[in-house]
């Protein structure tokens, strides 16, 4: 029987024992962390059949000098491409990929829309998923979101689910370790510099991108994206261009564009803009780009129409949360970074209340500070970041901001500094409530969509209690 190490026992590595197990491999995972959440997982797996190992990964050199097979290694996203467990494996020639690579050799037969990008990816794999659904195919949003892909894999295997599309969000992590995937259709949102921690610098934060994108058979490029343009139009010649302006010439041609009060493709009227809801120019990009993946695909434009005049958006993405004394509150956690931040203060009409920190990232953060002095009228920070981005708006001459520690006090905070301003200056616009971390989570939440839920729930009971 052939043997399998599966690295990270987080839900991606879990899918990827399980399919391993279900298609007849010996299969053994491992996690470098212990706590009482792994304890249970490694529980479960193990009543499956599936041996789990927690607190490090194996030494590879010292289990084949015992006699053991390690046919494969599969790595979670989460565990870096460069540790040391992992370079071993590939330098003992062990056959050694991510999950997601994993998932392609058993979904290959499908075709795939492979969405990356440092912002929009997750609205755009979203609104593409919906698309199809719309036109009648089998589609189904796996990656980065949605589903483990290899979770997806395993329906197919035990002939559960039979697929049409796979609408692939991936992200950087998962890209480095995916060396013969090839989608169909390949999406590249924006790019700017992050996960610099991981990836150390933006040339190869870059390049793994780029991998994904040079493999796919139908390429689009967001027009509208100032490094793309400079990088995309030599790299990729017969790329397919989206853009909302006049000013990108090869969308108008021959892509996707906004024009006349129509998104057209190809010269094509598809469906008036004033059908699609979603706030911000980063959103008609993100448009854009599903609707040209789904005319590549042969989609129909009354499908499409459908489609986007009921999407909703994604949660912790610009999601209206609740009006409190008609003051809009509103959760933007999935803005992990300066750029998704700063897009998000562009979305929303000001004056705004902002709620932003926790675990600080690497990158430029002075197209955000400008935002927030030309639309905010309040800055309340929280977590690790607080004190850095108390010192940085300091430095930028915005004096309104408080050190409140935590979503909590943020909350309450910003509903009192809102009512108060709304109160004393009754002939203005009603301020909103925006929670923009533009920073990780992982200071005081497992992930953004854990943060955005308990902004949700004060959010709600503040509104519950004024009803």
């Known amino acids: 029987?052939?043997?399998?190490?599966?690295?990270?026992?987080?839900?991606?590595?879990?899918?990827?024992?399980?399919?391993?197990?279900?298609?007849?491999?010996?299969?053994?995972?491992?996690?470098?962390?212990?706590?009482?959440?792994?304890?249970?997982?490694?529980?479960?797996?193990?009543?499956?059949?599936?041996?789990?190992?927690?607190?490090?990964?194996?030494d590879f050199a010292r289990l084949i000098e015992s006699g053991q097979n390690v046919d494969l290694v599969a790595v979670s996203p989460g565990v870096p491409w460069d540790r040391q467990e992992v370079e071993q494996a590939r330098s003992l020639s062990i056959d050694t990929i991510g999950e997601i690579e994993l998932a392609w050799r058993y979904l290959k037969h499908v075709p795939w829309v492979g969405i990356t990008g440092t912002n929009g990816k997750t609205t755009v794999t979203s609104l593409t998923a919906s698309i199809f659904k719309a036109a009648g195919l089998n589609a189904?949003?796996?990656?980065?979101?949605?589903?483990?892909?290899?979770?997806?894999?395993?329906?197919?295997?035990?002939?559960?689910?039979?697929?049409?599309?796979?609408?692939?969000?991936?992200?950087?992590?998962?890209?480095?370790?995916?060396?013969?995937?090839?989608?169909?259709?390949?999406?590249?949102t924006t790019f700017t510099p992050d996960h610099l921690n991981r990836h150390y610098t933006l040339e190869a934060y870059r390049n793994i991108k780029a991998s994904l994108i040079d493999q796919s058979t139908n390429i689009i490029l967001n027009g509208n994206d100032p490094y793309l343009v400079n990088f995309g139009a030599a790299m990729w010649p017969k790329a397919i261009w989206t853009g909302i302006d006049e000013h990108v010439v090869e969308a108008i041609a021959d892509g996707a564009c906004?024009?006349?009060?129509?998104?057209?493709?190809?010269?094509?009227?598809?469906?008036?803009?004033?059908?699609?809801?979603?706030?911000?120019?980063?959103?008609?990009?993100?448009?854009?780009?599903?609707?040209?993946?789904?005319?590549?695909?042969?989609?129909?434009?009354?499908?499409?129409?459908?489609?986007?005049?009921?999407?909703?958006g994604v949660p912790h993405r610009l999601e209206h949360i609740c009006f409190y004394e008609g003051i809009a509150f509103i959760n933007d956690s999935k803005a992990t970074n300066y750029d998704a931040a700063e897009v998000g203060l562009r979305a929303v009409k000001p004056p705004v209340v902002l709620i932003a920190g926790g675990q600080p990232k690497q990158g430029d953060a002075s197209a955000w500070l400008e935002q927030i002095h030309q639309r905010a009228i309040a800055v309340l920070l929280i977590g690790e970041a607080a004190v850095l981005f108390a010192d940085m708006l300091k430095d930028v001459g915005f004096k309104n901001y408080q050190i409140v520690e935590n979503l909590e006090n943020a909350v309450k905070q910003a509903s009192h500094i809102a009512h108060s301003r709304a109160h004393n200056h009754p002939s203005q616009p009603l301020?909103?409530?925006?929670?923009?971390?533009?920073?990780?989570?992982?200071?005081?939440?497992?992930?953004?969509e854990q943060r955005g839920d308990r902004f949700r729930q004060l959010c709600q009971k503040l509104c519950q209690e004024f009803r």
Request: with cysteine; aromatic share 10%.
């Open 140 to 188: 189904i949003a796996c990656g980065n979101i949605g589903f483990p892909a290899c979770e997806i894999a395993l329906q197919v295997l035990q002939q559960k689910f039979t697929p049409d599309w796979i609408i692939a969000e991936l992200s950087s992590y998962q890209i480095e370790s995916a060396q013969t995937v090839k989608p169909q259709i390949g999406v590249w």
């Open 431 to 448: 301020p909103t409530v925006l929670f923009s971390p533009a920073c990780a989570s992982f200071d005081q939440f497992a992930n953004f």
């Open 1 to 58: 029987m052939h043997q399998a190490y599966v690295l990270g026992l987080g839900q991606s590595g879990i899918s990827a024992a399980k399919l391993l197990k279900a298609d007849g491999w010996q299969v053994t995972v491992s996690d470098s962390s212990v706590s009482p959440s792994l304890e249970q997982r490694k529980q479960v797996l193990e009543s499956e059949g599936i041996a789990v190992e927690l607190g490090g990964f194996p």
């Open 258 to 312: 906004i024009a006349d009060g129509w998104v057209k493709f190809r010269g094509e009227p598809i469906f008036p803009i004033a059908h699609w809801q979603l706030l911000g120019e980063h959103n008609r990009q993100n448009l854009l780009m599903a609707v040209a993946a789904a005319r590549i695909a042969g989609i129909e434009s009354k499908h499409i129409d459908l489609a986007i005049s009921n999407f909703q």
